[in-house]
């Protein structure tokens, strides 16, 4: 028994005389007891049916969750009825003996599911691999029968991750040298060494995991040499040995003392994101020595091993900038995950500053994540949004250095009805203002677009000054509707109070560093006076339903995120007071819940609003777009009903608030701006492009 081995004492003092850096983790620490206790109860004759649980399977709800979408789209496109053949015997769980098992229903859900999974991945299989390759019977599977051969999830995902790494290209009989780090029991090993007869595997690993491959390989393969761990302090000592083996063992600070570049293929799969980001950084330093080809991974998109205390994303592994990336995507079967392919070659060892989460509405250093892999619908790429432990403003990660790709010119080019509706909206919205307000007086919107705002309140007898970031977005404002706006930051303006109103609306979201625009804002403000920001509510129904999939992310153009706390927070911060806070919009909330909804159905990501746009109008001719145009019907007045709940119980989408600048508001010495020039008074400044 492993657990009573001398092998297994031997394993854990030499980890223990290692350096930090190869000791467990204090997830593996913890790992690593659970799966000694199972061994102990369960013996090696039986792992498959509660260590190996522990290694890359996923109980029901995770496969239904994580994986069955790809499997069963595939099926439906090729069925094979043979999966109802599939079958499965011996499944109850035997808690006497630490195994885990199904009951009735979920072993029917189990075998249906590996059937398909089986001819999923045979479907990539040019190989053959599957067709002659048996479950070995070692440590007791699931018997699982399915068109005359033993299968299981293990070998179906083993088999995909050989040609995930291109391990195909190396069928040609030339001799190929694997090394895995964190091999599990060594299933891959398993496919590899059957798959291509001229190549050697080596397995670094820490206990139980390394000693459980060690006897599993062993007896999978009786008739290979196998250099078994063994504790040395130089590879001349062993070199012989180890060279002329098949099959290697080593033990994780061994690593060390291998000579560079002897392998042609490395590989991880799912056990970095386990380890602290210093092992991470050391290990990926060891694999860029070692490896003389090709580096392939597969990790979670977000790490799921907090007792390391720390999360790491799928963009913050230290990769060296060495390397050549070939790809970096999301897995196509286990969604949850992401896989990348690097060529390594005989690249030079470094390592990249990781990126740093910092705030800057406060400065923190540090965050927490709200949502990860959010997609951009313009550019396709994707961000995460974080939070911060300190003033709770979420903010885009990692912001981009230039946001000109993020707004193509026909950003915001609505059609004449999409027009129209807005329009109307607006002039309802500024009337509100306007009532709070009781007088004429002067206002200044920031970000005004095509202007409906400002022209609604200059109607109403309001002066009004517009701003926006470039000078083609004036376009849109200045020549239509006859409106005064100038391009750039502030710092234009004089910086004493000449507003009555400030409109910030949908805008603040949008800028660098929005504390320090409103703090210009509350300078220029008379007192008396009002800001109006609104932006998507952070912690509304609607992105608590939607996640990552919700509609008022709009990564990377939203760089900030707030919630309704987190804004007032903000304002009374510069030393404005909360006048009134409200969540009804009629034009962002109705919409959001059902664009929110289609992207979590599946369609592609903010299609509808990409139709209303006029970026991608022939979409909707299509089979999908009908059927995204018909579903978007369906969800009309539902979504309608839920928005007018959520704003009721203080939950919608949108926040608006109006903060009041106190009467004994004073104003602060106006400081020159970048250019020089001033726009002294708004009745001088006329719109942009006339002359």
């Not at 040499?225 to 002329?244: D, G, H, L, P, T």
């Not at 004036?474 to 409109?503: Q, W, Y």
């Amino acid at each position: 028994m492993i657990t009573h081995d001398d092998k297994l004492l031997e394993l854990i003092e030499e980890m223990k005389d290692s350096p930090e850096v190869y000791r467990l983790s204090p997830f593996w620490d913890k790992l690593a007891a659970i799966h000694l206790h199972q061994l102990e109860m369960g013996g090696f004759q039986n792992f498959k049916r509660n260590v190996s649980l522990k290694y890359f399977h996923f109980s029901v709800l995770g496969i239904i969750r994580h994986e069955l979408h790809p499997v069963l789209w595939y099926w439906c496109r090729n069925p094979d009825t043979a999966i109802f053949k599939t079958k499965l015997s011996d499944y109850r769980p035997r808690p006497e003996h630490g195994m885990q098992g199904f009951n009735a229903i979920t072993a029917l859900f189990y075998r249906l599911w590996v059937g398909m999974l089986w001819n999923y991945v045979s479907g990539q299989d040019r190989l053959g691999i599957l067709k002659v390759l048996n479950e070995p019977r070692v440590g007791n599977p699931f018997p699982i029968h399915h068109k005359g051969q033993w299968i299981s999830e293990d070998l179906c995902n083993s088999v995909h991750e050989f040609y995930r790494a291109g391990a195909d290209t190396a069928v040609d009989g030339r001799p190929c040298n694997v090394a895995e780090l964190g091999a599990g029991y060594g299933r891959l090993a398993h496919v590899f060494l059957r798959a291509l007869p001229s190549a050697s595997y080596c397995i670094i690993d820490v206990h139980p995991a390394l000693l459980i491959a060690q006897q599993y390989l062993a007896e999978v393969f009786p008739e290979e040499k196998i250099f078994r761990f063994r504790r040395f302090n130089r590879y001349a000592e062993v070199q012989a040995e180890f060279e002329s083996s098949r099959i290697r063992f080593l033990s994780a600070n061994q690593i060390e003392l291998i000579p560079p570049k002897q392998f042609d293929l490395f590989v991880n799969i799912s056990s970095l994101h386990e380890m602290t980001y210093k092992q991470i950084e050391n290990y990926l330093l060891q694999i860029s020595r070692l490896c003389r080809g090709r580096f392939y991974t597969k990790q979670w998109r977000v790490s799921r091993a907090t007792e390391n205390g720390f999360v790491i994303k799928e963009t913050e592994y230290p990769i060296p900038e060495s390397w050549t990336k070939v790809y970096h995507r999301q897995h196509p079967l286990q969604r949850m995950f992401f896989e990348a392919l690097y060529d390594i070659g005989d690249a030079p060892l470094s390592i990249p500053t990781p990126p740093v989460a910092l705030c800057r509405v406060c400065g923190a250093l540090g965050s927490q994540i709200v949502a990860e892999h959010v997609q951009d619908y313009i550019t396709k790429k994707f961000f995460d949004v974080r939070r911060c432990p300190r003033c709770h403003v979420a903010f885009t990660f990692p912001q981009p250095a230039s946001m000109d790709p993020y707004y193509p010119p026909y950003y915001r080019r609505y059609g004449p009805l999409t027009r129209t509706t807005l329009k109307l909206l607006y002039k309802w919205r500024a009337r509100s203002w306007v009532r709070a307000f009781g007088t004429r007086g002067t206002a200044l919107e920031i970000g005004c677009g095509p202007g409906w705002m400002l022209r609604a309140l200059r109607s109403r007898g309001w002066r009004v000054l517009g701003n926006e970031r470039t000078i083609q977005s004036t376009f849109h404002a200045s020549p239509s509707n006859r409106l005064p706006v100038f391009v750039g930051s502030l710092g234009a303006l004089k910086a004493e109070p000449c507003f009555d109103l400030i409109i910030l609306f949908q805008v603040l979201e949008h800028l660098p560093d929005p504390f320090a625009t409103l703090q210009q804002c509350a300078k220029l403000l008379k007192p008396g006076g009002g800001i109006v920001v609104a932006v998507p509510n952070l912690e509304s129904w609607q992105a608590r339903f939607a996640r990552r999939f919700w509609f008022g992310f709009d990564v990377p153009r939203h760089l900030f995120h707030f919630s309704t706390e987190s804004l007032a927070h903000t304002l009374q911060e510069i030393g404005l007071s909360i006048s009134r806070i409200r969540f009804a919009s009629l034009e962002h909330d109705p919409y959001g819940w059902a664009q929110s909804t289609l992207n979590m159905l599946g369609f592609q990501h903010n299609l509808l609003t990409k139709v209303l746009m006029g970026t991608d109008r022939r979409a909707v001719l299509s089979l999908g777009g009908l059927a995204m145009s018909l579903m978007g019907a369906i969800l009309v007045i539902p979504s309608l009903l839920v928005a007018i709940t959520s704003w009721l119980v203080g939950a919608g989408a949108q926040v608006e608030i109006l903060a009041v600048k106190p009467p004994s508001g004073k104003s602060e010495k106006s400081s020159p701006s970048a250019s020089g020039q001033r726009i002294d008074s708004i009745e001088s400044s006329e719109p942009v492009g006339k002359s």
